[in-house]
């Protein structure tokens, strides 16, 4: 099953596979090309005509397609299939690649394509079923190792204590914050 979604609201789901009858070269361009890719989904920009709702997208719709392994590669043979599942693996958001995950003692730390429209991710931090941290925001490139220094540093509080502030303040101010009100002062 494929879900249609757009900035604008509208969501619907289709059985209609936009991939049938591409061939896997044609599959690897769309997936390297999506604007999301993540644990094995795919979300790409489509044009209007896939809009899900009965009026017509405007200018501003931005409209997305989300796809699972079955359907990216329905119709392949098993090798090719398996290629393409591996490639799903490959997490990006705009053709940035996210970090893998890392584990530490026990506690997850990852990064994720938002639930937005806007090319954001979600940084993650969960402690078993526990959420330490959960923050929407842009890309950056050593955030996640900073999360992850920081919790290494000071515990799985201080995370508790970035994740209160960043909806405020911004995570990477709520970092730093915490990380000075933490740290000694030299004089």
């Known amino acids: 099953m494929v879900t249609i979604s757009c900035s604008c609201g509208s969501v619907s ?13 044609d599959r690897v361009e769309l997936v390297r090309a999506a604007y999301s890719v993540h644990a094995g989904f795919a ?3 489509v044009d209007a005509s896939w809009h899900p709702a009965q009026d017509d997208a405007s200018e501003a719709c931005v409209v997305l397609l989300d796809l699972d392994a079955l359907d990216a590669t329905d119709g392949l043979d098993e090798e090719e299939a398996r290629c393409l599942r591996n490639l799903l693996e490959v997490a ?14 026990g506690v997850q730390f990852r990064v994720a ?27 950056e490139r050593a955030l996640l190792e900073e999360i992850v ?10 995370l508790v204590q970035v994740d209160g502030l960043a909806p405020r ?15 000694p002062s030299v004089a």
């Open 13 to 25: 789901t289709t059985r209609r596979n936009p991939l049938r009858g591409l061939s896997l070269e």
């Open 92 to 105: 990006h958001v705009r053709g940035r690649l996210l970090p893998p995950l890392v584990t530490v003692d």
């Open 149 to 158: 220094g920081l919790h290494r540093a000071f515990g799985p509080a201080a």
């Open 113 to 139: 394509p938002a639930d937005v429209f806007t090319g954001d991710v979600t940084y993650l931090v969960h402690d078993g079923a526990t959420t330490l941290l959960e923050h929407t925001g842009p890309l």
């Open 43 to 45: 979300t790409l920009e």
């Open 169 to 183: 303040i911004g995570l990477r101010a709520a970092m730093d914050g915490v990380l000075r009100a933490r740290t």
